[in-house]
C-alpha cells in the first residue's frame, strides 16, 4: 500500500510540478505549441526551470519504483521490468539535465535521445504488464504512444530543417500523449 501512495504522489508532484513550471515560464507558455523541452531552456527563469528539474526528476525516480514494486509480482518477466524500468526512470530523469538548446545539436540530439529512451522503455513496461491485466485503457495508452512516436519521427524528417513547421504536429500530440501516459501510470499502481 505505501509503494502505492508514494507512487500516485509521485505522478502528481510530476504532474503539479511541469504545470506549475509552465506557468511561471518566462513568456507565456502556449500549451499546444510549447514542448515540455522548452521548460528546461536555460533563457528560462531559474523557478520555471527548478520546478521542471523536480518534477521529472521525481517522475524518473516514481517510474523505478513502479516497475521494481511490478518486477517483485511478475516471476517470469521480472528482469525485463528491472532493466526497462531503471533504464527508463534514468533516461527520464536526465532527460532535463541535458537540456535541449537550439542550433546545439550534441544537446538536442542527447536530449532527444533520453526523452525517447525513457519513453519507449516505459511503454515497454506497460505492454509487458497489460499482457497480463487486459486493461483496454492501456492498449489505448499504448496505442497513442506508437501514434505520437510516429508523428514525431515523420514530422521531424519532413521539417528537420525547420522547427517551427513542426510544432503545430508534434506539441499538441506531445501534450495528449502526456496526459494518456500519466492516466496509464495512475491504472498500472492501481493494479499493484
Request: proline share 2%; net charge positive; with cysteine.
Amino acid at each position: 500500500m505505501a509503494i502505492k501512495i508514494i507512487s500516485l504522489i509521485g505522478i502528481f508532484i510530476f504532474f503539479v510540478g511541469t504545470h506549475t513550471a509552465m506557468l511561471t515560464h518566462y513568456k507565456p507558455f502556449r500549451y499546444f505549441w510549447n514542448y515540455f523541452s522548452d521548460l528546461s531552456y536555460e533563457n528560462n527563469w531559474a523557478l520555471s526551470r527548478l520546478l521542471n528539474l523536480i518534477a521529472f526528476v521525481i517522475l524518473g525516480c516514481t517510474l523505478i519504483l513502479i516497475w521494481w514494486q511490478v518486477a517483485m509480482t511478475s516471476a517470469e518477466s521480472a528482469l525485463l521490468f528491472k532493466f526497462f524500468g531503471f533504464f527508463g526512470g534514468i533516461s527520464i530523469a536526465c532527460s532535463v539535465l541535458v537540456p535541449y538548446k537550439k542550433y546545439q545539436r550534441a544537446y538536442s540530439v542527447t536530449h532527444g535521445a533520453l526523452v525517447m529512451t525513457g519513453n519507449i522503455s516505459t511503454n515497454i513496461c506497460i505492454l509487458l504488464v497489460n499482457t497480463k491485466l487486459q486493461n483496454w485503457y492501456l492498449w489505448v495508452a499504448l496505442a497513442v504512444f506508437v501514434i505520437y512516436f510516429l508523428v514525431w519521427a515523420v514530422s521531424s524528417r519532413v521539417y528537420k530543417n525547420n522547427e517551427k513547421m513542426a510544432r503545430p504536429w508534434h506539441a499538441p500530440v506531445q501534450k495528449a500523449y502526456v496526459l494518456f501516459q500519466v492516466a496509464a501510470l495512475i491504472v498500472v499502481i492501481l493494479n499493484l
